[in-house]
């Protein structure tokens, strides 16, 4: 996909002189956004911070003294304009710290802490495959989540 949004920058910039490839948000994931650069001058804006601030995130932080969230895998990824990244560097605004929950946690995931990310915890009780996690990610969540907030309440 990176490769294909490469041509297409390069074949929209022979069109319009701009080169939008480089553009924060038209990377695989964003890259139905790269001819709107090249080609209109649209303001760009992470999708994260959109539904932040359409579920109005930020008011329901007032009261907040913790967030949960998570993803599927955690990993270093998750700094570049992620939802977990959008979350953290809100919820660290506010001074309200966050822990996320994942089926899996990858390389570099430990660099989530600069967005706000206190911690991450992996979902999954032992080894196992990716068709059981998914199936019971409910269950496994839960029982994960009912230990962390034991030891929260512990510490008082």
């Given at each position: ?6 041509r297409?920058?390069d074949?929209?910039q022979k ?9 924060p ?12 650069f ?6 760009q ?8 601030d359409?579920?109005?995130?930020d008011?329901?932080l007032?009261?907040a ?6 993803e ?15 979350i953290?560097k ?19 995931a ?8 206190g911690?991450i ?13 998914m ?20 510490m008082?």
């Amino acid at each position: 996909m990176d490769q294909n949004l490469r041509r297409l920058a390069d074949v929209l910039q022979k069109e319009t002189g701009v080169y939008a490839a480089g553009m924060p948000g038209a990377g695989a994931a964003g890259g139905i956004a790269l001819p709107l650069f090249a080609v209109k001058k649209c303001i760009q804006r992470s999708g994260i911070d959109i539904i932040l601030d359409m579920t109005g995130f930020d008011g329901h932080l007032r009261d907040a003294d913790l967030v949960l969230t998570g993803e599927g895998q955690i990993d270093g990824q998750a700094l570049y304009g992620k939802v977990l990244a959008g979350i953290g560097k809100r919820c660290m605004e506010k001074k309200v710290p966050v822990l996320a929950f994942a089926g899996s946690i990858g390389a570099d995931a430990d660099k989530l802490e600069a967005v706000g990310i206190g911690a991450i915890f992996s979902i999954a009780t032992g080894p196992m495959t990716l068709a059981h996690a998914m199936a019971h990610a409910g269950e496994l969540l839960e029982g994960n989540a009912r230990q962390v907030m034991k030891t929260l309440r512990a510490m008082g």
